[in-house]
């Protein structure tokens, strides 16, 4: 059995002691643009930039873009004005900083040992950083980015650790695999909870295992503690559950960012080719998820506005594709018109009381149920297609 191992990294691998290491790298930042931007301006503006990063729930946007239109506006400056300083930076000037990190100790062991179990990693980090920086990182820590199969940074993802939905889009990006899953890392409100939020079990790095201070954490200790702990236990216990409020939420939050990112270089003929005679294309998956989401979902969700126990249809999509004609279709628009339509549903579901997501209802498929188990029913639709999406994506 896989195990999927989210891994953070900043004094997870990698001791960092980010309040020492920030200033610094903040500082030598500003020495390097002090030609075009003054310091004090550069901080107030590169400090707004990472909060607005930190609060975003813009699934259409990237964290970098969503941090440029802070950022250059306050600097007074056009986007591009910086790049070859930035650059230069990044190339030249971060490494530097090396010397403010070392290793984490049982890192590089752990990580090997993990591969030799063939388990699939992802290095977890808060996604508010430059590739350049987050790799450069990985390297300090003894690894190349080239071994991992995600590394989150601010050009790949569209949440911040702040949320639940960052650790689906991680699992979204690695093609919702059903097998177990475990986050790591050292940080409570942002390693932990969140993804214990999403449904995930969770290991807190550098707490005594017995410790009451684990909290929430499934377990807790070193690196060389978790290799014990994964050696002794069943990994089915490491099987994640979606199916709480938050968890549906973040999936759905997470589905069109995915999407955005995994299609985004995509060529036309990538969109139309059949990688198998019996499976859709790209563009027949994205026309059915979004036909879906305006048609099935909204209709579901609707149902339940002014109804004591609502009967819940579930009408036939899958002749859609030929009926439709979903070939001739663009793809890029109806993934953009994809992505209006989740844009409506999470605003109807964010204004659902607490009490209203346990209301009654009656499925056509699955009998009596409620209105939690309802929106749980898309945010498994929305992985499955993702898997199938991620499939197709790996043969072409």
């Known amino acids: 059995m896989t195990l999927t191992l989210l891994l953070d990294l900043d004094d997870t691998l990698l001791n960092t002691n980010l309040q020492s290491f920030v200033p610094a790298y903040f500082q030598a930042l500003a020495n390097e643009l002090a030609p075009q ?41 056009e986007r591009g004005k910086l790049d070859s300083a930035i650059e230069n930076f990044y190339d030249n000037i971060f490494p530097t900083l090396q010397n ?48 991992f199969e995600i590394v989150s940074t601010y050009e790949n993802f569209h949440f911040s650790k702040t949320y639940p939905a960052y650790y689906a889009e991680v699992l979204g990006m690695m093609g919702w695999s059903d097998n177990p899953i475990l986050m790591v890392g050292n940080d409570m409100d942002r390693d932990i909870l969140p993804a214990k939020r999403l449904g995930l079990k969770t290991f807190l790095v550098d707490v005594e295992p017995a410790s009451t201070s684990k909290g929430e954490a499934d377990s807790a200790g070193s690196l060389a503690d978790l290799r014990l702990w994964l050696e002794s236990i069943n990994l089915t216990e490491l099987n994640p559950n979606f199916k709480s409020k938050d968890s549906v939420l973040a999936i759905l939050s997470s ?14 003929d990538s969109w139309s080719r059949k990688t198998d005679k019996d499976d859709w294309n790209l563009i027949e998956l994205i026309c059915h998820l979004r036909d879906t989401e305006r048609e099935i979902h909204s209709m579901q969700l609707k149902l339940f506005n002014g109804h004591e126990e609502p009967f819940i249809p579930r009408p036939d999509t899958g002749v859609w594709a030929s009926q439709r004609d979903y070939l001739h279709e663009n793809g890029r628009q109806a993934l953009q018109e994809f992505n209006i339509a ?17 209301r009654k209802a009656r499925h056509a498929i699955f009998g009596p149920t409620n209105f939690l188990e309802v929106v749980s029913f898309m945010a498994d639709h929305d992985r499955l297609h993702i898997q199938q999406t991620w499939d197709v994506l790996k043969k072409l």
Not at 38 to 49: D, K
Not at 103 to 127: C, L, N, Q, S
């Open 37 to 77: 931007i003054t310091p004090t301006l550069m901080f107030r503006a590169l400090i707004a930039g990472t909060q607005k990063m930190n609060e975003s729930t813009d699934f259409t946007k990237p964290l970098r873009e969503v941090f440029d239109e802070e950022f250059y506006p306050q600097i007074e400056m």
């Open 255 to 268: 589905t069109p960012a995915v999407l955005n990112s995994l299609l985004l270089n995509l060529d036309s």
């Open 342 to 358: 989740r844009k409506e549903t999470i605003d109807f579901l964010q204004k659902i009381s607490d009490e209203a997501w346990n």
């Open 100 to 147: 403010l990190t070392s290793p984490k100790a049982g890192a590089k062991e752990f990580v090997e040992w993990a591969f030799t179990k063939k388990f699939r990693i992802a290095i977890a980090t808060d996604p508010l950083l430059p590739t350049k920086a987050t790799h450069h990182r990985l390297r300090w820590a003894g690894f190349q980015p080239e071994q």
